[in-house]
């Protein structure tokens, strides 16, 4: 199985500020035939189920705000937030869809400073 | 629009089973996959496995294999999950979410229920 690691496990970041999440796959997540990550980004607040955010690593899902940024490629990804909103609180999910089954990282809890 | 409603929680004894539905919406059901994705309390998000609605083949993680059964009626455009042998680490929410694209090479996850709370304990 690919094991997906996030790090931080949390950060506070203050209003405005970007906040910057790490996600690490155990091999490599880049399909050479067609030159795409197959990584996506969800966020899930208390109580409700995830939203997608990204996916190919870095294409933005219909009406998620472009402060959210997804980048790298192979075995090291990054989701970042520009000018961090309130309703930006949430816990941050990568997921691989590489290979199955397709895992999950244990999530970043981002907080308001 | 598209909408994913599933069953009520449940609270079931260890070693029982339990069957959550998901009954869709706003789209045309036979096209895409139905994942299966569950949460324990305080815990990350754990993918349990997929039925492909049209061809009704299945693919599930390891962990679960043996244990679910995930099947659709498509006269109601409501898929299932069936998980048996319940343990106490079984108590967890369980999502149903919808692919982005249909078939096998997008299997992330654009559309979700709303999530169903099982809990097992004696």
């Known amino acids: 199985d690919i094991v997906m690691t996030q790090s931080p496990d949390s950060l506070a970041v203050s209003l405005g500020e970007r906040a910057t999440i790490n996600c690490k796959s155990s091999?490599?997540?880049?399909?050479?035939?067609?030159?795409?990550?197959?990584l996506a980004w969800y966020q899930q607040k208390p109580g409700q189920p995830p939203k997608l955010l990204i996916y190919?690593?870095?294409t933005r899902e219909s009406g998620v705000p472009d402060r959210f940024t997804g980048s790298g490629s192979g075995t090291d990804f990054t989701l970042t937030i520009d000018s961090l909103q309130a309703e930006d609180v949430a816990v941050y999910y990568c997921?691989?869809?590489?290979?199955?089954?397709?895992?999950f990282g244990p999530g970043t809890k981002v907080d308001m400073k | 629009q598209v909408l994913l409603v599933q069953s009520g929680a449940e609270v079931k004894n260890p070693g029982a089973s339990v069957k959550v539905s998901c009954k869709t919406s706003?789209?045309?059901?036979?096209?895409?996959?139905i994942h299966w994705v569950r949460q324990a309390p305080g815990q990350g998000l754990e993918w349990m496995g997929w039925?492909?609605?049209?061809?009704?083949?299945?693919n599930s993680a390891r962990k679960f294999q043996g244990r679910i059964t995930m099947t659709r009626d498509t006269s109601i455009n409501t898929a299932y999950m069936e998980l048996n042998t319940l343990t106490p680490d079984d108590t967890a929410v369980y999502y149903c979410?919808?692919?982005?694209?249909?078939?096998?090479?997008?299997?992330?996850?654009?559309?979700w229920g709303q999530g169903t709370r099982v809990t097992v304990s004696s």
């Open positions: 979410a919808r692919d982005e694209c249909g078939g096998s090479s997008c299997p992330f996850f654009n559309y």
């Open positions: 706003g789209y045309s059901f036979n096209d895409y996959y």
């Open positions: 039925i492909s609605v049209g061809g009704g083949g299945t």
């Open positions: 091999q490599s997540i880049l399909y050479n035939s067609n030159n795409k990550n197959y």
């Open positions: 190919w690593a870095s």
């Open positions: 997921q691989q869809y590489y290979g199955s089954p397709f895992t």
